[in-house]
């Protein structure tokens, strides 16, 4: 069973342009969760999503940030117009729910230069 | 106040020692509770499941006390290699949702 997959590992981002972060959950799990992480600091939460939902997105920076996770295909964390501030490490994790625990992706470093 | 509430440490301690760490949490209707474990640049990796009866894992013990809304770890003999940062992790009932706490940071010594 693979586990969570997140791609890239590294990316790298000039100020203005787009980032596209991907999560494909273990198989069979339908809830998936994306928290960034600042160095030094820890894990903050950002949106937690269903298949085709999105049911909490508190942690969301109000603009240039979405997330989507389509019935097909892996979830998306999606950055628009980066700012150097949004260099992170950008976690994904998945469960299937029910109060089980979840399990991490290795993670998408981001670095804005 | 915070859903999910840890001391952030650290914790310097020497080889063999015993260190606890304590969580507590404010939604009553919390439902599943875990620790996790993350190495520094690492992704959080689970240490293990805190049931109502308390569970041990080797030289880890995990305890709830759902009165208090609290849970407690418990490491003895600690390692050189047990230094981490300590997540605590609560499961809320009412939207499945996995709230963490900030983290514990341990850091054991020769």
């Known amino acids: 069973n693979a586990g969570v997959m997140q791609n890239p590992r590294h990316l790298v981002r000039r100020r203005g342009q787009e980032a596209r972060l991907r999560c494909s959950p273990v198989k069979g799990h339908s809830h998936v969760y994306w928290y960034r992480q600042l160095p030094e600091e820890g894990l903050k939460f950002m949106v937690y999503?269903?298949?085709?939902?999105?049911?909490?997105e508190s942690g969301m920076p109000k603009e240039r940030f979405s997330a989507e996770f389509p019935k097909e295909g892996p979830s998306i964390l999606r950055i628009q117009q980066v700012v150097r501030g949004d260099s992170a490490a950008y976690f994904c994790?998945?469960?299937?729910?029910?109060?089980?625990?979840?399990?991490f992706g290795q993670g998408t470093r981001l670095t804005v230069v | 106040r915070k859903e999910v509430e840890q001391d952030p440490g650290p914790f310097n301690v020497p080889e063999g020692a015993t260190v606890a760490f304590n969580c507590t949490y404010s939604?009553?209707?919390?439902?599943?509770f875990f620790w996790y474990r993350q190495d520094c640049r690492k992704e959080p990796k689970l240490l293990m499941s805190v049931y109502s009866s308390g569970n041990e894992d080797g030289r880890f013990t995990a305890q709830l006390n759902r009165a208090s809304q609290y849970i407690s770890l418990l490491i003895r003999d600690s390692k050189l290699s047990d230094s981490a940062t300590y997540l605590c992790v609560v499961n809320m009932r009412n939207t499945d949702k996995l709230i963490f706490g900030t983290g514990t940071r341990l850091q054991v010594f020769p």
């Open positions: 939604n009553s209707a919390s439902q599943s």
């Open positions: 999503l269903q298949k085709e939902n999105i049911i909490d």
């Open positions: 994790a998945s469960s299937q729910g029910l109060g089980e625990e979840a399990f």
